[in-house]
């Protein structure tokens, strides 16, 4: 596992578009910080993304919240819009966050999975969880995305080298440069790594951007 830091690019030079991922995990911080860590350890996934993305849309409409969040919107489970699933058969993303700011809108995807069995990392990998990016089921259109892992188990540093050990650069589609680094977005998220991987060539190559919280008792 990489122990230096580096920034988010190649994802983007614009600075505009790097403030947009900064304030995502800004507003993915504020969110998680408002949890009642005493329940984690115990909860399912989908019941932890919706308490962040409960906590993250009461930041947005409060009045003493700084500025720029009022720019942003959170969806919890939206469906995906694509052409080969329609109705109740489209995919959903856990959380999305949105900014109305620019045209076309920026979005961030993130697909969440709990790491606290020995099979996590393999779902945390496979096909219903990082897959979901690579073979654009989410976030086709965009060139970054989000990976969430909620840390029940153990803490975050061991989990991160479970997850980058079983990282393969073939399996994965591991671009030039995009092994497992660590980022350095927020203060408060420690545990934030970066991976580049190759796509289908109608799609574009997409950084993802993984973030471990924990959700231990401790």
Known sequence: MKSHSKGIAPYKADAYHNAFVTHVHILLWMGYSRLKRSTLPNSDEPEISGLICKNIDAIIDDVESPDWVYDYEIYDDPPVHDPQRQGKHRRRVDLKLQSHRSHPRLRFCFEAKSLRTSNSVS???GEDGLGRFLDGSYSSDQAIGGMLAYV???????WCSKIA???GTKAHQIGRGGMWTLVKISNDLPHTYRTIHKRAKRLTNITIIHTLLDCTSR
Request: proline content about 0%.
């Open 152 to 158: 029940q188990t153990d803490d975050c540093d061991g």
């Open 165 to 167: 050990a079983k990282l």
């Open 123 to 125: 779902e945390y990998l």
